[in-house]
């Protein structure tokens, strides 16, 4: 049983590059970035309370409208966050059954968690690594207001569009690559430890990547701040 703050069923504003799309807010959020542009998700409400069968509905009404009008049917999941603990069940219900529906509806969903940080912690984000595998791309990071951009998809230059089937598939080939066939420890004599060289491949590569790409979105806006 989901809460649902509200359900859109044309919508241009919160689209993902794919034109128009039926977009639902759930309700709940336990980020609450400063000055989030929808802090009214925040708090949980009871009476937004619905069964998630009739968000099906719903959904499904407003995609069959768009394919009705010769576009695709794209799908928009936002917040509050769909996929913190308290929403993440509803959610994956609500996709599964949208997916069995429209096999050919494209998803997009934001979180402000970090993608990269269920990377270090798999065991933490079994559930959210299932969410990689339903929908099409994911738009990650919590708003940072000193970071702020006018980009369509996301508010923040840490923010991240990420295409699903490539993230997946280079995190694959990472662990193709981890030489677990010969000793895999090294020791640092700057912390004195010794560490797993897979380990040190989990957590720094990602991250590595991903300050090159914040790198490059910041660099052509250095003049502006």
Avoid at 103 to 129: E, F, L, M
Avoid at 148 to 155: A, E, L, R, S, Y
Avoid at 157 to 184: A, C, G, H
Wanted: net charge negative; with cysteine; charged share 25%.
């Amino acid at each position: 049983m989901a809460y649902i703050h509200q359900i859109t069923n044309f919508d241009i504003h919160n689209d993902f590059g794919e034109g128009p799309t039926v977009s639902m807010f759930v309700n709940y959020c336990s980020f609450r970035c400063l000055n989030c542009w929808n802090s009214d998700t925040w708090d949980r409400k009871p009476e937004l309370y619905m069964d998630n069968e009739d968000v099906v509905k719903l959904i499904s009404t407003g995609l069959d409208s768009l394919s009705d009008m010769g576009m695709h049917k794209n799908l928009s999941i936002l917040g509050g966050d769909p996929i913190v603990d308290d929403n993440i069940d509803d959610t994956i219900a609500i996709i599964k059954k949208i997916k069995t529906l429209h096999p050919d509806v494209r998803i997009a969903i934001w979180t402000g968690y970090d993608v990269d940080s269920w990377i270090k912690n798999p065991d933490q984000h079994v559930k959210r690594y299932l969410i990689m595998q339903l929908v099409d791309w994911i738009i990650d990071g919590p708003y940072v207001e000193k970071l702020k951009t006018k980009h369509q998809m996301f508010g923040s230059f840490n923010q991240r569009v990420i295409n699903t089937n490539t993230w997946l598939e280079s995190q694959n080939t990472m662990k193709s690559l981890r030489p677990d066939y010969i000793e895999t420890s090294v020791y640092s004599i700057h912390t004195n430890k010794t560490y797993q060289i897979s380990d040190l491949i989990s957590e720094y590569t990602p991250t590595k990547s991903y300050l090159s790409y914040l790198l490059g979105m910041i660099k052509p806006h250095l003049k502006d701040l």
